[in-house]
């Protein structure tokens, strides 16, 4: 990737601030502990001006995390979406991705985030076709990788659907240990 050319604001903690004075300390709990989330959404250029693609629902899926992940998010979705128009729009660039994140922010080290402030930004920035130029045209080859799906891996919800066994689930039995064999 080509590096990122500064654009002019970028919206952190409820107002627009210049690029170069979005800053955060070198011990913010995020970056110690990796407590943050994050949506991208994309923004095209459209005859009557950019068109974010989705925005409600991105930001919904944003504010989803943010419940998985516990944190008190101290903005509505409305005032999310107002964000990302008022980013756009202060940069003036059409077509444009855009980054909202919350992460836990400079206050406590250690493991509780919640003693840290959770601190809010929507940055937008110009980014080419994410998987090359060409991945569209002539298609990618990918692989998926990583740990198995377990049920600890899930957040519980009330009336979810579960599509993989649990150790309490009625077909799921425990093998029997190899001492337990019985003699004839």
């Not at 994309?42 to 919904?60: M, Q, V, W, Y």
Request: contains cysteine; positive net charge.
């Amino acid at each position: 990737m080509v590096g990122i050319r500064p654009l002019k604001k970028i919206w952190m903690d409820g107002r627009l601030v210049d690029w170069d004075d979005a800053k955060v300390h070198v011990l913010t709990h995020g970056l110690h502990y990796g407590y943050a989330i994050f949506e991208g959404i994309r923004c095209h250029e459209t005859p009557k001006g950019s068109a974010i693609f989705r925005l409600s629902e991105h930001n919904d899926r944003f504010l989803n995390s943010a419940k998985v992940y516990r944190m008190k998010m101290p903005y509505s979705r409305a005032e999310i979406d107002q964000a990302c128009i008022d980013v756009v729009r202060a940069n003036g660039v059409p077509t444009t991705y855009l980054r909202p994140i919350a992460f836990s922010g400079y206050g406590e080290m250690g493991l509780d985030p919640t003693k840290s402030p959770l601190q809010v930004a929507v940055i937008n920035f110009e980014w080419g076709a994410y998987l090359g130029e060409d991945g569209a045209e002539k298609g990618i080859r990918a692989t998926v990788s990583g740990p198995a799906s377990t049920p600890a891996r899930f957040p519980r919800k009330r009336n979810a659907r579960r599509t993989t066994r649990t150790a309490r689930s009625r077909r799921w039995r425990r093998p029997r240990p190899a001492t337990t064999r019985r003699s004839s």
